[in-house]
């Protein structure tokens, strides 16, 4: 039966919605007659800019469920500037999302949606809490070394595109034996979200492919190289689903200069005119 709607989460604070606008404007466009339901858990973000936003998604036809987290849950948890408690959410979403539901797929903000996810999202988990893609390649260095540093033997899984079993997270995934593993190797965390999830839960996911669901955007020489010259800009818009800019550099800034930087701006225009803030 063909899918017609998506179940999606996002999770962030108010600074990054610009970003979520410009990502959920990205796939409105790439999915057509297909209605989604967002769910966005957060903790402190203006009525008046989510109801905004609430409003142009309603225009399109989507939902936008807003859930309020007791930050008191993660009091314990490391949290940086960059790395804020916003990005644990998605780890124990399943213990606020409706029970109801039964899977959902995760998006970072900081990602474009240039093809389908309904293959993603229509994914047999065959008993995996997750599926998610590994950056191999010219970050294979860096695989072997989060092994190393995580105690693990798997590939080192990216966290920011997440398809989640969420009926098997409510079961397996305990708040208690996360924030124990926070409690006790929080001065090795480098990306703390995603070091969990691979150090406690790693065995459980199920590998897709990065250069279709996770690309990163920094490295397109190396898929070009790993792809012996077919994964050309062209194959890239024909058959990416998702570009993810990851890293500290990121193309809505004024300085960035990789690729991918006239497609991103291109879709923030796009966002101005179909997803407007508050006063614009």
């Not at 108010?14 to 466009?29: D, G, W």
């Not at 058959?239 to 800019?245: D, I, N, R, Y």
Request: aromatic residues 12%; negative net charge; charged residues 25%.
């Amino acid at each position: 039966m063909e899918t017609t709607r998506m179940d999606l989460l996002v999770t962030l604070d108010e600074h990054y919605l610009p970003q979520l606008r410009v990502m959920l404007t990205s796939l409105r466009l790439s999915h057509p007659g297909v209605q989604c339901r967002v769910y966005l858990l957060h903790r402190s973000i203006p009525e008046e800019r989510l109801a905004a936003l609430e409003s142009g998604l309603a225009g399109w036809g989507y939902q936008l469920v807003l859930i309020r987290v007791d930050e008191a849950v993660f009091q314990d948890a490391p949290v940086t500037d960059r790395y804020p408690q916003e990005m644990y959410y998605r780890l124990l979403a399943a213990r606020f999302l409706p029970e109801e539901l039964k899977r959902v797929l995760y998006l970072d903000p900081d990602t474009l949606v240039i093809n389908s996810l309904l293959p993603l999202w229509e994914l047999e988990l065959d008993g995996h809490l997750f599926a998610a893609a590994a950056h191999t390649g010219k970050t294979e260095i860096a695989n072997n070394v989060n092994r190393f540093r995580l105690g693990t033997e798997g590939d080192y899984y990216n966290s920011g595109v997440l398809l989640m079993d969420l009926e098997r997270c409510r079961n397996e995934i305990h708040t208690e034996e996360l924030f124990d593993y926070v409690s006790n190797h929080g001065d090795e965390l480098i990306l703390p979200d995603q070091d969990i999830l691979n150090a406690l839960y790693g065995g459980r996911v199920l590998a897709v492919d990065d250069f279709i669901w996770n690309y990163d955007a920094r490295n397109f020489s190396n898929y070009l190289v790993r792809s012996m010259g077919e994964a050309d800009l062209d194959w890239v818009m024909a058959h990416t689903a998702v570009l993810h800019f990851c890293g500290r550099e990121k193309p809505w800034k004024k300085n960035y200069r990789r690729r991918f930087r006239v497609l991103y701006r291109h879709y923030m225009n796009l966002a101005d005119k179909y997803l407007p803030e508050a006063g614009t």
